[in-house]
């Protein structure tokens, strides 16, 4: 299987911050990876698809790029509600997997 | 509104069988894969297994940890997705999520809409 290394596990930051989360694939994915956001006790959200493709509705300040086998998800200027829990996922091929997640946290 | 709604779940022995029922509208279920994602208490997410759409014969995929033991079903006329769950152990014990997967572009896929999940406890 797939292995995704994701980091850093935590991150402290301000409001209005520019925060970056790195996904590493164990072998090449091409362009098959998204982008999750997930706050406590609710369901998942995608924010990104096919590496860098914004999910309709999702604000601008997330962006993602990368191909092959390195994964960045960037938020450009933290607004309070984006602190939350952040998670990458491979659709390359069977089983898909995450990435361990990223708890992005107020400072 | 595009909506998934999970029923089922609940306290179960290990050993024992539990079934998941994720009610799928405001699309055409047959024309989608289907997902089951789980988290365990405090941890991450772990995918579960996939049901193809029709297109693809409705065909599955498993984690090699559920794999002979969970299997993932459809009734497109009840326009849901079903979890069955057997030989259930603690550690299959988390909130499962019946997530739809969108392809783009017919080139990538990715999950686009999550149920609200079911938690599933396994203990004695």
């Known amino acids: 299987a797939i292995q995704m290394t994701q980091f850093p596990s935590s991150l402290s930051a301000s409001v209005g911050d520019r925060v970056t989360i790195t996904c590493r694939a164990s072998q090449g994915i091409t362009y098959d990876l998204g982008w999750y956001q997930q706050k406590p006790g609710k369901a998942p959200k995608l924010l990104i698809y096919?590496?860098?493709s914004l999910q309709s509705g999702v604000p601008s300040r997330f962006s993602g790029s990368g191909s092959g086998t390195d994964f960045t998800l960037t938020i450009s200027s933290l607004q309070p509600e984006d602190f939350a829990t952040y998670y990458c996922?491979?659709?390359?091929?069977?089983?898909?997997?995450f990435g361990q997640g990223t708890r992005l946290e107020i400072k | 509104e595009v909506q998934l709604v999970e029923s089922g779940g609940g306290l179960v022995q290990p050993g024992g069988s539990l079934r998941l029922s994720c009610a799928a509208s405001?699309?055409?279920?047959?024309?989608?894969?289907m997902d089951w994602v789980r988290q365990a208490p405090g941890k991450g997410l772990e995918w579960v297994g996939r049901t193809r759409n029709k297109a693809k014969s409705y065909t599955t995929e498993y984690t090699a940890s559920v794999k002979g033991r969970f299997s993932i079903s459809r009734g497109d006329s009840e326009n849901s997705v079903f979890l069955q769950m057997n030989s259930l152990k603690t550690e299959d014990t988390a909130v499962y999520y019946c997530v739809r997967v969108r392809n783009y572009n017919t080139n990538y896929d990715a999950l686009d809409i999550w149920g609200q999940g079911r938690k599933v406890t396994v203990s004695s």
């Open positions: 996922l491979h659709d390359y091929t069977y089983p898909l997997t």
């Open positions: 405001g699309f055409t279920l047959s024309d989608h894969h």
């Open positions: 096919a590496a860098s």
